[in-house]
Each structure stands twice: as structure tokens, then as C-alpha cells.
């Protein structure tokens, strides 16, 4: 089964921006879906962005005009820029993956903003 694995969070200022990368072991082209989603400290997970294979996105309302997701099949990775970060969007962040025979979720990322 595949794996995916998340990188690029860390700690910035409110107003910063950050790249978070998922890596997934076998091939994107496989997933129908992929997407990016956030848990908070005693909060419930919430979707923050997904995008399908044929390249249609969906924001959640809280980060639309702020982030983008993104795709590349060919390096088999997805991609979320986030920019005009706010201390509200401190979260861990995951990657997960839908194909007809299974949802995949990464391990998460933890991003942080705050001065």
C-alpha cells in the first residue's frame, strides 16, 4: 500500500508564508482525490483544501485567496502553498489520498504561527 509522508512545516510569523509537500510512494495518478487537511489542539480535523485528478480544486472558506493546492503526477507529490499565514491556522497539518479501495493519510506536518 502506498505511504504518504508530509514535509515543509515549521514555524513563521503571522503575514509568512510556507510550502507543504507530500510524497507518496506509489503513484498520484492512482487517487481519484487528494487533499490537505488540518487538527488544531482540541479541535476536530477539517478539510482545508482538495483536488481531483482532473485538476478541480476546493477551499474551505478560511483559506480561499490565502492557499493553493497543487498536484505533479510526474514527481508523484502534492503541494500546498500557504501564504498571509495566521495565528489561527496553527495545526497539524495531513495529506490523505482516496481511491475507490481505500483513503490514505499521512503521519501530518506541524505548522505554527505565531510572533
Known amino acids: 500500500q502506498e505511504q504518504l509522508v508530509e514535509s515543509g512545516g515549521g514555524s513563521v510569523q503571522p503575514g509568512g508564508s510556507l510550502r507543504l509537500s507530500c510524497a507518496v510512494s506509489?503513484?498520484?495518478?492512482?487517487?481519484?482525490?487528494m487533499g490537505w487537511y488540518r487538527q488544531a489542539p482540541g479541535q476536530e480535523r477539517e478539510m482545508v483544501a482538495l483536488?481531483?485528478?482532473?485538476?478541480?480544486?476546493n477551499y474551505a472558506d478560511f483559506v480561499k485567496g490565502r492557499f493553493t493546492i497543487s498536484r505533479d503526477d510526474a514527481k508523484n507529490t502534492l503541494y500546498l502553498q500557504m501564504n498571509s499565514l495566521k495565528p489561527e491556522d496553527t495545526a497539524v497539518y495531513y495529506c490523505?489520498?482516496?481511491?475507490?479501495?481505500?483513503?490514505?493519510w499521512g503521519q501530518g506536518t506541524q505548522v505554527t504561527v505565531s510572533s
Open positions: 490523505t489520498a482516496l481511491r475507490i479501495t481505500a483513503t490514505l
Open positions: 506509489g503513484s498520484t495518478s492512482n487517487f481519484y482525490t
Open positions: 483536488i481531483l485528478r482532473g485538476g478541480y480544486t
